[in-house]
C-alpha cells in the first residue's frame, strides 16, 4: 500500500510541474496562451456533443424498456381472459332472476294484489293460445271477469283472489247464473283457498270448472314463467289498485274515528273515490 501511495503522489506532482511550466509559457508567449485557449475551446465543444449524445442514447434505452415493460403488462393480461382490459374497469355482474319454486309461487300468487292475480290469469290463458277479453275490475262484469276464445269455443272465466275462506255455493250459482245470462256454456272459476263441498258438488252439476291455488300453481309451471318478464314483472308488483275505479291506492293513517293512528288503503281517487280497505 505504501509503494502505490508513492507513485500517485509521484503522478500527481509530475501533473502539477507541467501545469506550472504550460502556465509560465503561456505567461511568456502569447502564441503559447492561444493555442492552449484553442485547445480548450475545443475541449468544451467535445464535451457539449458528447453529453447530447449521453442523453439521447439514454432517453432511446428508457423509451425501448417502457415499450418492453408495457408489452409483457399487455402479454400478462392477455394470458388470463377473466381479468378485464382495463385494472381500473368495476364490473357489475347482473344477479341471476329469481327462481320461482311452487312454494314460493303460491307465496307471490298471494302476496299480489287482485288486479294482478285477474291480470296473470289473463297472461296464463294467452300462453295456451286463447284470446283473452277482459270484463271485470272496475266495470260491473255480471260475475264474468274475463272470456276466452279458442277454435271457436268461448268460455267464461270468474277470478277471486279469496286467500282465507273458501268459495261457496253462493258465490258459484251466482258464476252460474251469469254464464245463463251471457249464453255461455262453459265457466272456469279460479281462487286461491278452496271450495266449500256444496260449491264442488254444484259446479260438477253444472260442468263449472273449478281451480283453487295449486291447480293455478300448476298451469303457470307449465307456461315458462321463468322466462316471461311479464309475468315476473305482475308477480313483483306491490302496488294496490281500487276494485271500484281500478286508480292507484295509497297507505294513509287515520287521524279521527274509531281507531286513531291506524293505517290503512285509500283510493287516491279521492274524494271522487271514497273507496277503502285495512291494511
Known amino acids: 500500500m505504501a509503494r502505490r501511495r508513492n507513485k500517485d503522489e509521484e503522478l500527481i506532482e509530475l501533473i502539477l510541474a507541467l501545469v506550472g511550466v504550460v502556465m509560465v509559457f503561456c505567461f511568456i ?3 503559447v496562451r492561444n493555442f492552449i485557449t484553442g485547445l480548450v475551446g475545443v475541449f468544451v465543444w467535445l ?14 434505452k428508457f ?17 388470463q381472459p377473466h381479468r378485464p382490459s382495463n385494472p381500473f374497469t368495476l364490473r357489475v355482474e347482473a344477479p341471476p332472476p329469481e327462481v320461482y319454486t311452487p312454494a314460493k309461487l303460491i307465496e307471490k300468487l298471494r302476496t299480489i294484489d287482485w288486479f294482478q292475480f285477474e291480470k296473470l290469469v289473463a297472461l296464463a ?15 260491473p262484469d255480471g260475475g264474468i ?13 270468474q277470478c277471486k283472489q279469496w286467500k282465507t275462506w273458501n268459495v261457496g255455493v253462493k258465490a258459484v250459482r251466482e258464476f252460474l247464473g251469469a254464464l245463463t245470462d251471457a249464453q255461455i256454456s262453459h265457466g ?35 307456461l315458462n314463467i321463468q322466462e316471461d318478464p311479464r309475468v315476473r314483472e305482475i308477480l313483483n308488483d306491490t302496488r294496490k ?3 271500484k275505479c281500478e286508480r292507484l291506492m295509497v297507505e294513509r293513517v287515520a287521524e279521527k274515528g274509531p281507531n286513531p293512528g291506524q293505517r290503512f288503503w285509500a283510493c287516491s281517487g279521492f274524494p271522487r273515490c271514497r273507496f277503502t280497505m285495512p291494511i
Do not use: W
Open 47 to 60: 464535451l457539449i456533443v458528447a453529453a447530447v449524445v449521453l442523453v439521447g442514447v439514454l432517453v432511446f
Open 125 to 139: 290463458y294467452e300462453h295456451q293460445g286463447y284470446q283473452v277479453t277482459r270484463r271485470g275490475g272496475a266495470n
Open 241 to 243: 289498485f281500487c276494485p
Open 188 to 222: 272456469i272459476f279460479i281462487t286461491l283457498n278452496g271450495y266449500s263441498g256444496d260449491a264442488k258438488l254444484l259446479a260438477e252439476k253444472h260442468g263449472i270448472e273449478i281451480i283453487n291455488e295449486t291447480g293455478l300453481t300448476v298451469m303457470l309451471e307449465g
Open 63 to 79: 423509451i425501448l424498456r417502457r415499450q418492453d415493460s408495457d408489452a409483457s403488462l399487455d402479454q400478462e393480461f392477455s394470458d
Open 145 to 157: 271477469d274475463l272470456i276466452i276464445e279458442k277454435e271457436g269455443q268461448s268460455s267464461a272465466v
Open 29 to 31: 508567449s502569447p502564441d
